[in-house]
């Protein structure tokens, strides 16, 4: 089975191209990331169509697509988003979704309890409990870091790594997520017959962006 993924629902563009055998042995066949806040859409492209490149497959090779579903800033969120839902319709193959934080958790190798942070912005992170690699504990919060009781566990991502002194402990790697980690986890996943998520976003927020409200009356003074 083939698999392209990819995320952008953090400042890192990432993408790549994982396959597994009949026994389900993983094999990464191209991964490449780059970290750039603002040029998701610039960037996105450019890397799927370099990762499929190096691992020798054209894009109607494909079986699958896994995208990164956030929570994360709506704007790179939906770049991911958008082009896993256009991919996926025209070549005629399953596009699935992914916690963000899920796949960062997975690419530690952990298999001891931690909690995983990604940035929020509006100084909050987006953050998760682990018991170890591969299981999460509960559902993904927004809070800010200071009100985020870390029962004393190892903290990675970059949102730990931005507020070490508010949550009192050093942060660890990975700190952005991994397109190989996210296709290693989803093709073992749908190897053992579980059913992925479909790719709709994780927001936990609304959108900065809302819609005008009905117009103020002015009055008219008349002299």
């Not at 988003?81 to 963000?100: E, K, Q, R, W």
């Not at 987006?126 to 870390?150: K, M, S």
């Not at 991994?178 to 976003?201: F, I, T």
């Not at 962006?209 to 003074?221: D, L």
Request: proline share 8%; net charge negative.
């Amino acid at each position: 089975m083939l698999l392209l993924a990819f995320d952008t629902a953090t400042s890192a563009v990432t993408a790549a191209v994982g396959e597994t055998d009949d026994d389900g042995t993983f094999t990464l066949r191209a991964s490449a990331s780059s970290v750039d806040a603002r040029r998701h859409g610039e960037l996105l492209t450019p890397t799927v169509r370099g990762v499929l490149t190096e691992s020798g497959h054209e894009p109607a090779d494909l079986d699958q697509i896994v995208v990164g579903v956030g929570p994360g800033p709506y704007t790179g969120l939906r770049v991911g988003l958008a082009t896993g839902h256009a991919l996926a319709d025209a070549l005629g193959i399953p596009c699935h979704g992914m916690t963000t934080l899920d796949a960062l958790a997975f690419g530690t190798k952990r298999t001891e309890p931690f909690l995983a942070m990604t940035d929020a912005r509006r100084k909050e992170v987006f953050w998760a409990r682990y018991d170890d690699h591969l299981t999460r504990v509960g559902e993904v919060r927004v809070d800010r870091p200071a009100e985020i009781d870390t029962e004393g566990l190892p903290l990675v991502g970059d949102g730990a790594r931005m507020y070490t002194e508010a949550l009192g402990s050093p942060a660890a790697e990975p700190y952005l997520p991994n397109a190989a980690a996210m296709a290693e986890l989803a093709l073992w996943r749908l190897h053992r017959g579980e059913k992925l998520p479909g790719p709709d976003p994780l927001y936990l927020r609304r959108p900065d962006a809302v819609e005008p409200g009905t117009p103020k009356k002015v009055r008219q003074w008349v002299k």
